[in-house]
């Protein structure tokens, strides 16, 4: 069982016995007025690339705090068993943007994908290797996926369960666009909205029927 926290943006926490994993802080007001960082304190982060709102490991880190940045290949921290695939963050092979390490991270046989701000579809071989369960993906547009090559993502990666993030909330100052322009292609999707911005699951616990599941951003 993992429980699974979205702490606004790109920025998640799986805990699973008793370890606290972080991927991709932000400071909160670089997202835009009155937003907070991340109320966590990990035993791991991970960084999906070094951009200002997903690298702010500072407002989260202690001295104990071990900190991996856009690590390539398999890997273990603590309970969870990682392995990080580099992916272009544009459409031009990373000549614009970059590149950004997406993350699938497994415990309790339960695996999550962090997609991180991948800017094209996913090769056939990318997706072997990054199929999981629950699929956190980029909704925001800009600056990544196109929404319905978000969701064709999804379906290559096999997931039950697909967890927007990066996408645009009232006050934020990123460009983004809302939730609302992914989920008007979602027709093929069972659309669950969590009054909460934590959610536990479980294996036995995946659902059958491919369903978004949108959390309330933190308050």
Known sequence: MIELIWWGHACFELKCCGRSLLIDPHDGGSLGPGFSPPRAKPDYVLVTHEHYDHNA????????????????????????????????????????????????????????????????????????LLKSHIVLAPAGNVYTLHPRKVLEAATMLEAKVLIPMHYWIPGMQLPLDPLDN?????????????????????????????????LRPPR
């Not at 999707?189 to 995946?206: A, F, G, I, Y």
């Open 182 to 214: 992914l989920l008007r292609y979602a027709k093929k999707w069972r659309v669950v909205r969590h009054e909460s911005n934590r959610v536990t699951l479980s294996p036995q616990e995946v659902p059958e029927a491919p369903t978004i599941l949108v």
């Open 57 to 128: 490991v500072e407002v989260v880190s202690s001295n104990d705090t071990i900190v991996v940045r856009e690590k390539e290949g398999e890997f273990e921290l603590g309970p969870y068993r990682i392995r990080g695939v580099r992916l272009p963050h544009d459409e031009f092979g990373g000549r614009v943007r970059g590149f950004v390490v997406a993350y699938r991270v497994e415990a309790e046989g339960l695996s999550v994908t962090h997609l991180s701000d991948v800017g094209r579809p996913l090769s056939e071989e990318e997706a072997e």
